[in-house]
């Protein structure tokens, strides 16, 4: 009862963490903002993992109260900023801006809800098809392939807000497009190699494809909405990668598994494609709208 209860709310949190990020920023800034929202949550894993296995040495029983005084700790600070921000007494209510648009009845929004679940069906490789190949291929034991992973997040951590930076100015569809395109490249390298070096670079082209389409795509979103919508379309955009997650690893493993892990990494490269044309394409379609 109590898994099925969190699994109900466990991920409540992410439209509204994203509707409050996007809402506290001005659209300017909000593809920083996110970028540095996605460098808190790497930080997070980066150190979780190594506060976890400490906690697991002493008493498993640890790691669910640490982790319930740290969400209710998130929490106060959270209540607390909150109230920093609340207007003061006798200052007039700002009106609500932004589009009432519907997403359901937003055309390129809709388009980019499909894209977004593919980027995330190729992203969500990383946690189940991509160690069983370091594995099966590469013959790598746990130890290297968390390794080979920690790549992934130094990187972000190192260089992420510096990439966004250079790119915030330019069209935030077609940057997502192009890191649609990296990161399914960096996929379709991994069974043309062998060794350690080689698995790292190519987590270091797919991690630049991580970078340029992430905290884009949470920007374009953001900015399509607008403040009266922003809950509802944030919601949605969370929507298409979680229904990623579901089928996602369902998917990849049953290519796997029938037709050899070559034959998964080139269909990623080839997702890759489909999204740099796919937004592409909705972005000239959201021009010619305007």
């Known amino acids: 009862m109590n898994i099925v209860l969190l699994a ?5 949190f992410r439209p509204a963490s994203s ?7 001005p659209p300017e800034l909000r593809t920083r903002a996110f970028a540095l929202n996605r460098l808190a949550i790497n930080l997070g894993m980066s150190l979780g993992p190594s506060i976890g296995g400490f906690l697991a040495m002493i008493d498993y029983g640890w790691l669910f109260v640490v982790d319930g005084v740290s969400s209710l700790l ?3 600070v959270l209540a607390v900023a909150l109230h920093m921000e609340e207007r003061k007494p006798g ?5 609500v801006a932004g589009s009432e648009r519907s997403p359901w009845r937003d055309g ?3 388009a980019m809800m499909v894209l977004f679940f593919l980027l995330a069906m190729i992203t969500f490789q990383i946690a189940s098809t991509f160690p069983l190949t370091l594995r099966d291929l590469y013959g790598f034991k746990e130890g290297r392939i968390g390794l080979v992973l920690a790549v992934n997040t130094v990187i972000i951590v190192l260089f992420e807000m510096v990439l ?3 790119v915030a100015n330019r069209d935030p569809l077609r940057i997502v497009g192009i890191g649609g395109l990296v990161f399914g490249l960096g996929m379709a390298l991994l069974p043309f190699g062998s060794g350690f070096a080689f698995a790292a670079f190519t987590v270091v082209v797919w991690t630049v494809g991580e970078m ?3 905290p884009m795509s949470t920007g374009a979103v953001a900015n399509r909405a607008g403040e009266a919508n922003m809950g509802l379309y944030m919601g949605l955009y969370t929507l298409s990668f979680e229904g990623a997650w579901i089928f996602s690893p369902i998917l990849g493993t049953w290519v796997y598994q029938e037709y050899g892990p070559k034959i998964l990494w080139l269909g990623c490269g080839v997702v890759g494609l489909i999204l740099f044309a796919g937004f592409y394409g909705v972005s000239s379609w959201s021009r010619s709208l305007r």
């Open 108 to 110: 390129p929004f809709l």
């Open 19 to 25: 509707a409050a990020v996007a809402m506290a920023s």
């Open 212 to 214: 340029l389409a992430f």
């Open 8 to 12: 109900l709310v466990g991920e409540g």
């Open 74 to 76: 998130a929490a106060t």
């Open 91 to 95: 200052e007039a209510a700002k009106p």
């Open 164 to 166: 966004v930076h250079r």
